[in-house]
């Protein structure tokens, strides 16, 4: 081998490992396969757009910011609610409806006139409230007594959540908090309990919007895909596969719907050319919302199999910090966000925008499945 070539092989290796390197201090080897079998898909999007895309913000809404100052929270909760009522003026769906907001509470930071700010909201038509959780070195019994008794507060207390009409079950859509869903973190911190999926499925939890949770290290193989979970007795982390939603078929008892935001690499925003940003769906102050990401979260967004026209596209957001209120309503975060859906896609012949709640959209998804109506959703 000659010195030129000794040395352009010396290079790739360098440029090899160097990249490998940045992969997996981004946790990118979870989820970079199964990007990468993706793009077929991705290519359909870009030429075929969709006849329906329905979207859905689930907030992780936080007002205390991890402090215990009851003040601040109602502070921040009354800037909340003035802002979004102002924010939404002029913005609509193709059905006439406004935008809508999942705020997914946390149990650990229930306070019942935060809440009753937000539930106003609510009943206004402008949002919905689902159940939010942190916790660490938990164990099943704790997990199952938190989660029912606030599963009850929140529907006895502010109307939230709903009836299975035929067990009188109160069912709820889930996000997990620090993303440790099903004790996926490989240090077992927050959460702390194997077969989680298990005990969710039992207290009548419907559907998570956890995923997609990159860089952190408890992101999924599986991405940019509806299906259903079912935990495993002793196991972590079994939302790492299931079997994908499509027409025809839906949950067998004790699956939940998973329904992933869009994963991906944003080219356009790369630094330096050369570095991708990770696309997740979050709305944040780091993470503004724009014509690209729009555009990008189309070509990611999952289906139902076998109704390729109807994408759904989860966002998600943290959006009662200080950083977000500023840069969602004084910055005109929501607007750009609102505007541009509307403009590449309620605007568009042919295309359909549809404002939703995460109910609204998990419902819709069990529409397609089954076609029939599916409200409240059940395993049958």
Aim: aromatic content about 8%.
């Amino acid at each position: 081998m000659t010195p030129i070539a000794m040395t352009i092989g010396l290079i790739l290796l360098l440029v090899a490992a160097a990249a490998w390197t940045g992969i997996r201090a981004r946790n990118m080897h979870y989820w970079l396969t199964s990007y990468w079998r993706g793009r077929g898909e991705r290519r359909r999007r870009r030429r075929m757009p969709p006849r329906h895309v329905y979207f859905c913000i689930a907030d992780h809404h936080e007002p205390f910011g991890g402090t215990h100052d009851e003040a601040l929270a109602l502070e921040r909760t009354r800037r909340w609610c003035a802002g979004y009522r102002k924010a939404i003026g002029g913005h609509h769906d193709s059905e006439g409806r406004a935008p809508r907001h999942t705020y997914f509470y946390p149990a650990e930071e229930y306070s019942v006139e935060v809440v009753r700010m937000i539930d106003a909201l609510c009943r206004e038509g402008l949002g919905d409230l689902e159940v939010h959780l942190h916790h660490d070195n938990d164990d099943a019994a704790n997990l199952r007594k938190t989660l029912l008794a606030f599963a009850q507060v929140l529907h006895e207390r502010h109307g939230a959540l709903r009836r299975d009409p035929a067990t009188g079950q109160l069912l709820y859509g889930f996000v997990h908090g620090n993303w440790a869903l099903d004790n996926s973190r490989p240090d077992g911190r927050w959460c702390g309990v194997d077969d989680e999926l298990s005990i969710l499925a039992e207290t009548g939890c419907r559907f998570d919007m956890t995923m997609p949770s990159a860089p952190s290290d408890t992101q999924t193989r599986k991405i940019n895909s509806l299906y259903f979970a079912r935990g495993r007795p002793g196991c972590r982390k079994s939302h790492d596969d299931g079997r994908d939603v499509i027409v025809g078929e839906w949950a067998h008892p004790g699956e939940i719907l998973m329904i992933q935001g869009p994963l991906g690499l944003n080219w356009r925003a790369a630094r330096f050319g050369l570095i991708p940003r990770i696309e997740t769906g979050e709305i944040s102050f780091d993470a503004r919302p724009g014509a690209a990401r729009v555009a990008l979260w189309r070509e990611l967004a999952p289906s139902v199999g076998g109704a390729p026209e109807h994408v759904f596209i989860k966002a998600h957001m943290h959006g009662a910090t200080e950083r977000s209120l500023r840069m969602l309503f004084e910055e005109g975060g929501f607007d750009t966000l609102w505007s541009e859906l509307e403009r590449q896609y309620r605007d568009q012949q042919g295309c359909q925008l549809h404002y939703v709640t995460a109910w609204e959209m998990a419902t819709r998804i069990q529409q397609l499945a089954c076609g029939r109506a599916a409200a409240p959703m059940r395993t049958d």
